[in-house]
């Protein structure tokens, strides 16, 4: 079974600043995907980047990159140039590579940004 | 743009009561899920659908339902609600085409059982 571990419950940030958020999974696949979800106040899961683990490159979003490191099974969020509209729950998910799977969560790490 | 849709944003229901959370979804997915969110735990699956009539039990299907007679509507049933399913509850579909393919989430139930 796959698991997904983020170790950081609570991190605080101030404005401008770059903050890494940390996920690590347990998988014995060898393809699947990777994805990071932001869910602000309002309660709506955003996603906010998707990694295929079969692409060595990094993916990015404007503000928002990945470190994605296969054999260490780790897959880190990094937020450059940190914005009050930041804060919110992030979740690393884990998805096998196979049509109609389900996310698997990690538990999530709350992000406060500071002005 | 996709858009799921919860019936109801906040609930509130007595033990012992069948409780029915609605969601629909209008981008023609096959797949649709329902997820539980609760503080320190993150997001579990509670049971998915990738066809009308299809359902599959997630990671805590225990003391809950679903029925999916429609491909846009997938309904979740609490047959008889206790206090141990208070609780936020979303809603998700995807499309089908090959792994990989994101979800998109409704914005939530958040269910009170008294």
């Known amino acids: 079974a796959q698991t997904v571990t983020q170790s950081q419950p609570e991190m605080s940030v101030q404005e401008a600043e770059t903050v890494t958020l940390s996920c690590t999974y347990d998988?014995?696949?060898?393809?699947?995907?990777l994805f990071w979800y932001k869910q602000p106040p309002s309660r709506q899961m955003i996603l906010v980047i998707r990694?295929?683990?079969?692409?060595?490159q990094n993916a990015t979003e404007n503000r928002f990159s990945v470190n994605f490191q296969k054999a260490a099974k780790s897959f880190s969020l990094k937020i450059s140039d940190s914005q009050l509209g930041d804060t919110a729950m992030y979740f690393c998910a884990f998805m096998k590579d196979q049509a109609g799977t389900a996310l698997i969560f990690g538990k999530g790490t709350t992000l406060s940004v500071s002005s | 743009d996709v858009k799921v849709t919860q019936s109801s944003r906040y609930l509130v229901k007595r033990t012992g009561e069948k409780v029915f959370l609605e969601c629909v979804q209008d981008?023609?997915?096959?797949?649709m899920f329902w997820y539980r969110q609760d503080p320190g735990l993150g997001l579990r699956l509670i049971y998915f659908s990738y066809d009308v009539k299809m359902k599959e039990k997630g990671d805590i299907p225990e003391g809950y339902s679903v029925s999916r007679e429609k491909k846009e509507r997938f309904s979740l049933i609490l047959e008889s609600a206790s206090t141990n399913q208070t609780s936020m509850y979303l809603c998700?579909?995807?499309?089908?085409?090959?792994?990989?393919?994101?979800?998109?989430f409704g914005n939530g139930t958040r269910l009170t059982v008294t």
């Open positions: 998988t014995s696949e060898n393809n699947y995907y």
């Open positions: 990694q295929e683990a079969y692409k060595q």
């Open positions: 981008m023609d997915h096959e797949n």
């Open positions: 998700a579909s995807s499309s089908p085409l090959g792994g990989g393919s994101p979800l998109h």
